[in-house]
């Protein structure tokens, strides 16, 4: 029998369960009264189908079957998983609990999406406590992996581990909350820097874009990979962690915050801190801490730049103020550029995707050269890649410079042929990439010919390229004797 | 003239700053009278050199000169930019500031990298207070682009605006405060995450490690981006930031952190809030704002599969759970999977790169099903591609769902030649990528035989296809005729 799992309250925190479990090959039943509902959660799900997929690099299983339902007893039958996502109210979550577990079997989890009530709260008066957990999920909930797990004294482990496999399997990271808290850990934390953000501007220190920048162009970008903790680990250097801390220490009592009401940093608490960060991060040196940071921060960052967002846009306009070098034995350079640490495979050398993807850059390059830029790209006019020849000729590290020089092979009306040669620092050969490209009308999709200013433009290379001879590796088919 | 940078300071912080400056092509001088300063200095210089150029798909300017000066005067010389990074105790940077002036220009910029003194304080009993202003970096200061830029009442504007323009000028992010404060802006916000994190722990609540996973696993992965007010403008739906506000204002009063010294919530600043979100925003629909975060968050997870932390090394556990379907037409079925939104280029298309992204994963898939898997790399045995050649035949849009099935085509000793053909999931041939793969040596890097194992499994493949056609389109060179 397939799995299914039944969604009580289907608002954003709903819809985002119903999309994590459907495309996670779950059925899912819906119960919400709101006429709105399956408006909402289709929302919901067409931005969960665009997304969660992509993160990986395999299929997700076949979709379950969706299904609404007009009545609470149809939507809990054999259901593995029931959560409750109804509005923050303590007594109508309770009644809501209450008709669930009189219509639904004892042995499925009864998890509560509440971002502020102890299970112990939810437990009260309930027919059967020890089924009820809290599972605290986060919006997007179809991406974010994080759900805090949290019993009470009276839930059974089994309970916990039945809840924890489940959320594994579809993707999340349960976090076991051991000791019932009200808003949990996360939503605290949260709400500190609520409660802050609301003071800077109340106070007209900052407004809400100035405190969203001081987030996401700074800390924002480490907290992503690494958290609290291990961030400030590794600012302790060698030293490590206690040395941060009681170095630290001091502004807990100077007012860097109006929230005033600190914890007294005494040596249990220290020591308790350090041993708890070596835990967690000893297996790492300081120095690789630092460079596994720094690998995700550009990982990261070079991700943001495709949106634009935050650093990915800043680092857009900076890059656009560096200057390519014109030229090299007569033929232009359009590409010169450092390997980043991503390119690496488990070869321990850039991927043979990434000579594809440089050499991809330096077809852009070329194009801008000949004014197949951005603005005749948004007039409807482009080139598509028809086929491809690359020959891998030495191995390149990360962090190597490599540069890339690109010969025009023959032009015919729409067919444009290009060679490009990508060099080491050394000078070496360390790949050619052949590529024909075909000039396309972006509103018809067919070919067409290009404007006469690119026509032009190109053919000052066409000319200038025309005495020189056929580069070695040219023409060739995969396999052929050199 | 070349531009200078002086340093004064040279500890983590200075050491980032000499990076950032030197890496984009300013010469820098270094005064810190610490026997360690320089190799100090030189270990945040090899990180940054490994990760800065990173960021960027062409080449920096090349370095500048690093000097190391035992005596002030040399090192302020001519510096048009002098940052003071010394530990933090009000007097001592005084003193020096003080130094430095005796010294220097007036003309050339004098930040202090304070994390909490106020440019005020600094600039008391101040030869020239106008030159002083507080330019707060981030560790590691040669990545994270945020700078605190704060002047006091009397800092000129003309000294802000050159400030503001030299840092962009090094990839990096000004964020001018308007209104100075101790600790400034994002000091504030960490401050009181960490006091709330301090509660936790000696509440025995949550670990350090528990606390780290419950910022990465969510929120952390949203701020990065957004931060936290564009972040609730989202979560507050259709309805708007103003909603979101009256819904979330009443936990302001409950017990959700043991930080209690709240503002409260009037009219006026729910509505200077909705004010400043509106002009932060707006022009971005709600819809458009989820999608851009999706986007983003797909980005930044898929960066972090590369290095396997946090939310990256879930997701490739989950996949790891994901089964490929096995055979299709007689041929192993290598590669199934959904086209992430990242693949797609300014023609609206999946780019010509992740057709060979994809390929790769086909040839990865397939050596792993001859036994040519992780294990056997890591005994020191893997595949290089030596050569490959793609037909792009059809448009693939992000979100489709592609499939990739692998032909053997001739294995000679330590050759083997391998043709993919990637498929929509409509069964139509989008591309074939025939390519040409060398068995190698890990360690002397030469080509070698496979082991028996390995060739046995080989051959069977090899049997297998021995008598199916040769696909059409193998054995092509670039624009050879159909």
């Keep these: 029998m397939k799995n299914k799992a039944c969604i009580v309250g289907g608002g954003v925190i709903g819809g985002g369960w119903v999309a994590r479990f459907l495309l996670n090959g779950w059925d899912v039943s819906v119960y919400d009264p709101d006429p709105q509902a399956q408006r909402k959660i289709n929302q919901v799900l067409n931005n969960a189908r665009r997304s969660l997929p992509s993160l990986y690099d395999k299929a997700l299983p076949t979709e379950g079957e969706l299904l609404f339902h007009e009545n609470l007893a149809d939507a809990v039958i054999d259901a593995k998983w029931i959560q409750e996502s109804v509005p923050e109210r303590l007594e109508l979550k309770q009644r809501i609990i209450n008709e669930i577990q ?5 042995d499925s989890v009864l998890g509560s999406s509440t971002s502020g009530f102890k299970p112990s709260d939810l437990q009260k008066n309930a027919l059967n406590p020890h089924q009820i957990i ?17 019993p009470s004294v009276v839930s059974p482990i089994t309970v916990l581990d039945r809840a924890k496999e489940i959320l594994t399997s579809i993707g999340m990271k349960p976090l076991h909350i051991r000791k019932e808290i009200d808003a949990h850990i996360a939503d605290r934390l949260l709400e500190a820097v609520w409660r802050e953000g609301l003071w800077l501007i109340k106070d007209e220190i900052a407004t809400t874009e100035e405190i969203d920048d001081a987030i996401r162009f700074g800390f924002g970008l480490r907290w992503a990979q690494m958290g609290l903790f291990e961030t400030y680990r590794i600012a302790g250097g060698e030293a490590g962690m206690k040395h941060f801390i009681s170095q630290f220490g001091p502004c807990l009592e100077w007012p ?17 801190i350090a041993e708890q960060s070596d835990a967690q991060s000893a297996h790492l040196s300081i120095r690789e801490l ?6 995700n921060l550009v990982g990261m960052m070079r991700a943001l730049k495709k949106s634009g967002s935050g650093a990915g846009g800043l680092i857009n306009s900076h890059e656009s103020t560096l200057r390519t070098p014109v ?49 005749y790209i948004a007039s409807g006019y482009s080139y598509f890649t028809a086929e491809t020849h690359i020959r891998y000729l030495a191995e390149v590290k990360a962090g190597e410079n490599i540069s890339i020089t690109t010969q025009v092979l023959t032009v015919e009306g729409k067919k444009m042929k290009l060679f490009h040669r990508i060099f080491a620092s050394s000078g070496d050969l360390v790949a050619t990439c052949e590529t024909l490209q075909l000039h396309m009308d972006l509103n018809t999709r067919c070919t067409s010919l290009p404007s006469e200013a690119v026509t032009e433009k190109l053919s000052f290379y066409t000319k200038a390229h025309a005495n020189m001879s056929l580069p070695e590796g040219c023409g060739r088919y995969v396999g052929q004797s050199p």
């Design 327 to 375: 030229e090299d034995k007569q033929l232009p350079i359009t590409v010169s550029r450092q390997v980043p640490q991503s390119w690496t495979d488990y070869n321990g050398h850039m991927n043979e995707t990434n000579y594809l993807e440089a050499s991809s850059q330096a077809t852009d390059a070329f194009m801008e050269l000949i004014g197949a830029d951005a603005s």
């Design 102 to 106: 009189l219509l639904s079997k004892v």
């Design 256 to 272: 860097w915050t109006k929230l005033m009401d600190v914890p007294e940093l005494t040596d249990s608490l220290i020591n308790e």
């Design 290 to 295: 630092e460079q596994l940071r720094d690998d």
């Design 134 to 150: 809290v599972a605290h999920p986060f919006n997007p909930v179809y991406l974010l992996p994080l759900v805090e797990l949290v």
